[in-house]
DNA sequence: CCCTTTTCACCTAGGTGGTAAGAT
DNA sequence: ATCTTACCACCTAGGTGAAAAGGG
């Protein structure tokens, strides 16, 4: 009924612990959410948004070239964890027509967001999270609806998961970045390299 | 209940008839529209369009310095010219909180970008136009809504009507779009005309 | 001849990781 | 010592009118 559409990156980014950088104005994650969906019903209506949530309870440090937990976390701290699709609220016939993608959700450390309720989702540094996708139907006159509301569908990719960071700490995932995230390109070799010779 | 928001902009423009570029990939408005909404029921559901009717039944042309009326139009060719607001459908409430901006909006003379319905406006050049606004109330179950519907309200402002040019023909309108427009700020002569006296 | 299309330099707008300074 | 912030050069992405080329 769900499908995670850039699968086979989302993995690659996985097996190496995946890490998402999180600053004061925000962040775009990269790789970016996308669904696609199916088996609803093309005339009701619905909201599709994505929240982010504790996977467990710990820090993380990355030492020794490796992840690993250290002390227990605050608990929940307040901010916004709720990010609401921009096409919300649409159609069934409009969430199946093509890719449900979430490549403006930006990620932030900045409590003092969450007033842009809907617009960034706010994260504690060095936590692992989990991003859910919610499929909530619309009822006529409900206005603005609560959540979570009795009709929502929920999903989770545990491909998805990652630990919210301030600066990238494995060298692995920084060069995974730069080799397939378009705006990092400044930063790949390739021209480097093939004029180099000549610099000697 | 609606109120055209950059009104001064739009009054300078309409003083000396203002054109509108169309391109085969479309070429946004400048200005755009922008409206305020007001006296919507702030939890019910509304879509928001906008739609680009010809004014008169004539070719015009731009004639020692003037617009003038030159043989009939070949009544209305197809193509679309409705565009729907991508926040589309949504509450009262969201409608009213902030202005309804359709900066987005591109015009094309490309009758085969009908496929992208609600995409581009189609028009052909030299004939002049009237853009409106519609606000449709949005009943549930009703799925992809009929247009126009029996709960549409339809505004238009004459100060919004435009001649549709394939190339700007008068200069009192390029130097307005060059003026106002950030995106011509390369035409804008502010920094030659500074370092001039050095280069004669 | 008049109108349209293509290409261009020059912008706006904003998303990257690196780096060095700042904070705790 | 460790984490965070601010700034930077370098990109992507795409909106301008000018000018030249194309078309009927």
Same mark, same amino acid.
């Given at each position: 009924?769900?499908?995670?559409?850039?699968?086979?990156? =989302?993995?690659?980014?996985? !097996?190496?612990?995946?890490? @998402?950088?999180?600053?004061?104005?925000?962040?775009?994650?990269?790789?970016?959410?996308?669904?696609?969906?199916?088996?609803?019903?093309p005339v009701a209506h619905?909201?599709?948004c994505v929240d982010v949530v504790l996977v467990d309870q710990h820090h993380w440090r990355y030492q020794g070239g490796k =992840?690993?937990?250290?002390? !227990?976390?605050?608990?929940? @701290?307040?901010?916004?964890?709720?990010?609401?699709h921009p096409d919300s609220p649409n159609t069934g016939a409009h969430w199946m027509r093509q890719e449900v993608s979430f490549g403006k959700l930006k990620l932030t450390n900045n409590k003092g967001a969450s007033n842009n309720v809907g617009q960034m989702?706010?994260?504690q540094s060095l936590h692992k999270y989990?991003?859910?996708?919610?499929?909530?139907?619309v009822k006529e006159g409900e206005?603005?609806?609560?959540?979570?509301?009795?009709h929502t569908h929920t999903f989770a990719f545990p491909e998805t998961q990652f630990?919210?960071?301030?600066?990238?700490?494995?060298?692995?995932?920084?060069?995974l970045k730069i080799d397939h995230n378009?705006?990092?390109?400044?930063?790949r070799d390739n021209f480097d390299s093939m004029y180099a010779a000549s610099e000697g």
């Open positions: 009924q769900v499908m995670l559409n850039n699968y086979p990156l =989302w993995a690659k980014f996985h !097996k190496h612990q995946t890490e @998402m950088i999180i600053t004061k104005q925000g962040r775009r994650m990269f790789p970016f959410l996308s669904f696609n969906l199916s088996g609803l019903n619905y909201s599709v =992840w690993v937990q250290c002390g !227990k976390a605050e608990g929940n @701290m307040p901010g916004n964890r709720l990010y609401l989702i706010v994260l989990q991003p859910r996708l919610h499929v909530t139907e206005g603005e609806e609560t959540y979570p509301s009795p630990i919210a960071v301030t600066a990238y700490q494995n060298a692995d995932i920084t060069q378009p705006f990092a390109k400044g930063f």
